[in-house]
């Protein structure tokens, strides 16, 4: 079920936000809210329930088992049994057709075999939405016990809450255990100051997906429909376009998610913070999909060694913490290339802060937002040919092209809000008055209304 | 607690109002409105009712019009039976055909009759409705459907646009309007329309010098463009629709209805099609084999009727080379009448 659509908002979400509140106790109501998000997750498809209740259960299993064992050899092959078992799921549904199809290939090339039943097997096989966050969420908590940073999870309802609770589930924020579970011990009530500015965040976020995220989509997939013959100011206007799009419908997603999850007493972590007004790639990763980029650092990149070893290896480990990240986002060649090239610019920003080199901050922030922007083109074309049309085309190759009218206006809009306001997580709607708040009920309405034509969030595919 | 009424109450007004508006417009046509069938009945001699006003509503729209009448005797099938109509001054004779017909819309219509009085029904059974590959098209939309269609934005702004365009909607909904030498109730551009019977007049026919005739596509032999496709890669008889299609017979066989079937008549120049694809050719022969046994098994009769030849129907009966005309319609009725004596 997406969040931009007409069951969700208009059934689902007020028939469990209103049985969650009638139901007079907490267990009860952790039932409610778990049975509520196995449904909005078989929405998607009937199968992908169990598939969770697995992932769910082999974390949990781990995290009783790491609480018994005594020694710390033995810790440590609990934790690697059960992050490994996480993983295997999601190696085998993200990852199989991936590194499956290129093996038949390779076996192709030598062989002159080519195994058409492995092929539409390999083939066959389904990305379910939302894997990859709660692998990483399952994840989080093994670790977290096993350093001793959290006390182990005995109950296997609220543990099944944090793992399922629908407002992250499909596409974050990343939740760590450690913030839900103190809000997990006590009874929420009602609060209806609370629940209004809930509902004002989710309806923020659904209009800048509806009214800004799909206009830009619509106007960049048109022009980057023929990539081999983009003109200078096209590819450039649909690179920035895209980096606008992707930021407004992954940041819109967060903050329907903290606004959901506000409603039922809940707050999730922040996950953006208006991060192309970053003045490098490093203070950029520290305003984008935040939960991803503190997840990367704290069980991956310090996992490897961070910057305690060197120089040398803190670049080697950026590179493979950026290159893996990229990785997660999807199964392909080109989102390696992204992490990577991302992982570059992150040991490059170490290495140029030693040429004590100072910009002013605006300049420094138009370099980052151009270099990130450069980035997207990576991460939005799939194959290596499209890619290079895109960036022919910024380079000139391709002639100059024609001004895209439409998609000018729309950059300036999105331009006024990303440089002008602040994230709207940040804005104090518990605070508005009347005015406001009937302003945002409009705006909710030409937003719901607008649902039918919306595009899924660019970000349910990882 | 009051600024988060105020926020529901907003909402809740709006999408009301959205929905209301929307509602009275209906610039899609997806809301049946009995009255103006009503409004069409009311005028002497009865108006037509405009294609704008009916929309995708034809289910509602034909069963209104059985029951507006005292039927005794009606015809269903797809769009090539609507030109079988009612005689002048003949009360029992309803057209309940409507395109996008099926064997589901059938038995769904007979349903929704009542048993009595007994009628005498003619089924127009089209032999692509037995390719599995034919869809039929939406034609009884939930309560989800249409609150959907009542509260996006599509719907609310096409209506905006239909009110500059006609103000007179906002009071009235609809308007009477001369065309030729018809009434029509109808809006902004009546163009085909109904007769108060439930059977079809073409725009062509209401004023032949503001709507131009049908100019037909030229034959092909492409299944997949031929007649929007619908006999393409029919490769097996679909056996759930003929168990469909003998449920609607065998309710009218409870019910003590008489039933005639038979296949709306087909140009030549479709027969030559069939001829030249062999795959096409033992679908279609295997369809004539199956209707008559199926209804000589519920105890009705077959009237085949297909070889618009052999009717009497030549190439210009058939104006865009699939429907067949008033005159063509005429011979079909006239032979069903007479099987059904």
């Excluded at chain 2, 610039?27 to 704008?52: M, R, T």
């Excluded at chain 2, 127009?124 to 939309?141: D, K, S």
């Amino acid at each position: 079920m997406l969040f931009n659509s007409f069951p969700f908002f208009y059934l689902f979400l007020p028939a469990v936000a209103v049985g969650y509140y009638a139901v007079p106790r907490l267990r009860l109501r952790l039932l409610l809210v778990v049975l509520a998000s196995y449904y909005f997750y078989a929405y998607a498809d009937w199968w992908f329930p169990a598939l969770m209740a697995g992932s769910t259960a082999i974390s949990y299993t781990a995290g009783r088992m790491l609480e018994h064992a005594e020694s710390p050899n033995r810790k440590k092959v609990v934790l690697a049994t059960g992050i490994a078992g996480v993983l295997a799921l999601l190696a085998y549904y993200k990852y199989t057709s991936f590194v499956g199809g290129y093996a038949l290939s390779f076996v192709h090339v030598i062989t002159a075999q080519s195994f058409p039943g492995l092929h539409s097997f390999v083939n066959s096989i389904a990305l379910p939405i939302g894997i990859s966050f709660y692998t990483f969420e399952g994840i989080s908590y093994l670790v977290d016990v096993y350093r001793g940073d959290l006390e182990v999870e005995r109950d296997p309802l609220r543990y099944a809450f944090f793992i399922s609770f629908f407002p992250h589930l499909i596409a974050g924020p990343i939740v760590r255990y450690g913030i839900l579970r103190p809000q997990l011990e006590r009874k929420h009530h009602f609060d209806p100051d609370r629940v209004r500015s809930g509902l004002m965040l989710f309806t923020l976020g659904l209009a800048k997906k509806v009214l800004l995220a799909d206009a830009l989509a619509g106007w960049v997939d048109h022009y980057l429909a023929s990539p081999g013959s983009i003109g200078f100011f096209e590819a450039w206007a649909c690179a920035v376009g895209f980096g606008f799009q992707i930021y407004f419908d992954f940041s819109a997603y967060s903050d329907m998610a903290l606004g959901l999850a506000r409603i039922f007493g809940i707050e999730l972590p922040w996950n953006f913070d208006r991060p192309y007004r970053s003045a490098s790639p490093t203070e950029f990763w520290r305003r984008w999909h935040v939960t991803l980029s503190t997840w990367l650092r704290d069980y991956l990149y310090i996992s490897l060694g961070g910057n305690r070893k060197g120089a040398r290896r803190r670049d080697a480990n950026l590179l493979v913490t950026m290159g893996l990240g990229g990785l997660w986002h999807g199964a392909s060649f080109n989102f390696v290339a992204w992490g990577l090239y991302h992982g570059g610019l992150l040991v490059g920003t170490h290495h140029g802060r030693r040429l004590g080199v100072r910009v002013p901050r605006v300049v420094a922030v138009a370099l980052t937002f151009t270099l990130v922007v450069i980035g997207w083109v990576l991460f939005r074309m799939r194959s290596a040919s499209d890619i290079g049309g895109v960036y022919a085309g910024m380079l000139g190759l391709h002639g100059m092209g024609g001004a895209p009218g439409h998609l000018m206006l729309y950059l300036l809009v999105s331009a006024a809000i990303v440089w002008g306001l602040p994230e709207e997580w940040r804005w104090p709607v518990a605070a508005w008055g009347s005015l406001r708040v009937a302003a945002v009920a409009v705006l909710f309405v030409v937003s719901a209304a607008s649902v039918y034509t919306s595009h899924p969030f660019i970000y349910f595919r990882f | 607690m009051r600024r988060l009424v105020l926020f529901l109450a907003v909402v809740a007004a709006l999408l009301g109002a959205m929905a209301a508006f929307d509602w009275w417009v209906d610039p899609f046509g997806d809301i049946y409105k009995p009255a103006a069938l009503s409004d069409a009945l009311a005028s002497q001699p009865s108006c037509l009712v405009s294609q704008e006003l009916v929309g995708a509503r034809y289910l509602p729209f034909k069963l209104d019009v059985f029951h507006r009448r005292p039927t005794t005797r009606f015809v269903v099938g797809s769009s090539r039976v609507l030109k079988i109509q009612s005689r002048p001054g003949e009360q029992s004779f309803a057209n309940l055909g409507f395109p996008g017909s099926s064997p589901e819309t059938i038995l769904t219509e007979l349903r929704a009759l009542p048993a009595k009085p007994v009628q005498t029904v003619y089924i127009g059974v089209e032999a692509f409705w037995f390719n599995e590959h034919y869809v039929v098209p939406p034609y009884r939309p939930g309560t989800y459907d249409i609150a959907r269609y009542l509260l996006s934005r599509a719907t609310f702004t096409f209506a905006f646009r239909f009110v500059r365009q006609a103000h007179f909607i906002l009071t009235d909904r609809w308007r009477r309007e001369e065309i030729g030498t018809s009434c029509v109730i109808g809006r902004i551009s009546p163009s085909i329309a109904w007769k108060v019977d439930g059977s079809r007049v073409w725009s062509w026919e209401l004023d032949p010098q503001r709507f131009p005739k049908f100019v037909p596509a030229p034959y092909t032999t492409d299944l997949a463009s031929l007649r929007n496709g619908y006999y393409d890669q029919w490769k097996t008889f679909d056996a759930n629709r003929l168990r469909i299609m003998r449920e609607a017979l065998d309710l009218a066989r409870q019910r003590g209805w008489k039933v005639v079937g038979f296949a709306p008549p087909e140009p030549q120049q479709f027969l030559r099609v069939i001829r030249a694809d062999p795959q096409l050719a033992a679908r279609w022969h295997e369809f004539l084999r199956t209707m008559p046994r199926l209804f000589a098994q519920e105890g009705f009769t077959w009237a085949g009727l297909w070889n618009g030849a052999a009717l009497g129907c030549t190439a210009s009966d058939f104006p865009d080379a699939f429907h067949s005309d008033a005159a063509c319609s005429e011979r079909v009725r006239a032979r069903l009448d007479a099987v059904s004596r």
